[in-house]
């Protein structure tokens, strides 16, 4: 079945520095992956997804994603983390059957 | 107004209460979704609405009742609810089901909270 695990609930980093955020996947065949990120007392918004036209996707506020088939992970980075970056941010995927899985999300909080 | 709009953002209300939320989205989407966000738990997928039908229930008490009497807006209503119904309850819409590509557009939400 398919599944995504977030391998931290959170993450600290200081202003400036990169940001890596850890996702895997399982699936049985060519997966579709998102992230979204949610902003507090805000709604989820799309960061990126893939679609297996390219391994390297890049989405919004300089956010980046790879996706590794070998290693079955789509871990979400940026080169220099931003205060305004501070938020939740959710590892997507869909079932077989079209059913959207979230991920249990990874709190990202940045130091001045 | 554009994207996807929710009311009340917050909304407190006893256990004997009926209100209703409210979602309307702008984007010509064929799709909804309410979704309820509680605390130190993952995202919890409540129902699906496919061209105003409603094409998914996921086990949700029959305290909640959705409506959709357009592609347009969605409706919870609430009645009889329990203090761990509070939560956030998030409204999404998307072009269409069963697209393995297909993205979700969400409101802001609704801060519920049952005394």
């Known amino acids: 079945a398919q599944s995504v695990t977030q391998l931290d609930s959170h993450v600290s980093v200081s202003e400036g520095t990169p940001v890596l955020l850890r996702c895997n996947y399982s699936?049985?065949?060519?997966?579709?992956l998102f992230w979204y990120v949610q902003h507090p007392n805000k709604g989820l918004q799309l960061l990126l997804k893939y679609t297996s036209a390219a391994t390297l996707v890049k989405g919004i506020n300089g956010f980046e994603a790879e996706f590794k088939k070998s290693e079955t992970s789509f871990h979400l980075t940026k080169p220099s983390a931003h205060m305004s970056d501070a938020a939740e941010y959710f590892c997507?995927?869909?079932?077989?059957?079209?059913?959207?899985?979230f991920g249990s999300g990874t709190r990202l909080s940045i130091r001045p | 107004e554009t994207g996807v709009t929710q009311t009340p953002r917050h909304l407190v209300m006893g256990m004997t209460n009926k209100k209703s939320l409210k979602c309307e989205q702008h984007?010509?989407?064929?799709?909804m979704y309410w979704y309820k966000q509680s605390a130190k738990k993952p995202l919890e997928l409540m129902f699906v609405?496919?061209?105003?039908?409603?094409?998914e229930n996921n086990s949700v008490p029959s305290r909640f009742s959705p409506e959709c009497p357009n592609s347009s807006h969605l409706f919870l209503h609430l009645h009889t609810l329990q203090p761990e119904d509070s939560a956030l309850y998030l409204c999404?819409?998307?072009?269409?089901?069963?697209?393995?590509?297909?993205?979700?557009?969400f409101g802001p939400g609704t801060r519920l909270t049952v005394l």
């Open positions: 997507v995927t869909y079932s077989s059957a079209s059913k959207i899985i």
């Open positions: 984007l010509g989407h064929n799709a």
């Open positions: 999404a819409s998307s072009q269409d089901i069963g697209f393995l590509y297909n993205e979700q557009f």
């Open positions: 609405y496919s061209l105003e039908e409603r094409v």
């Open positions: 699936s049985s065949y060519s997966p579709s």
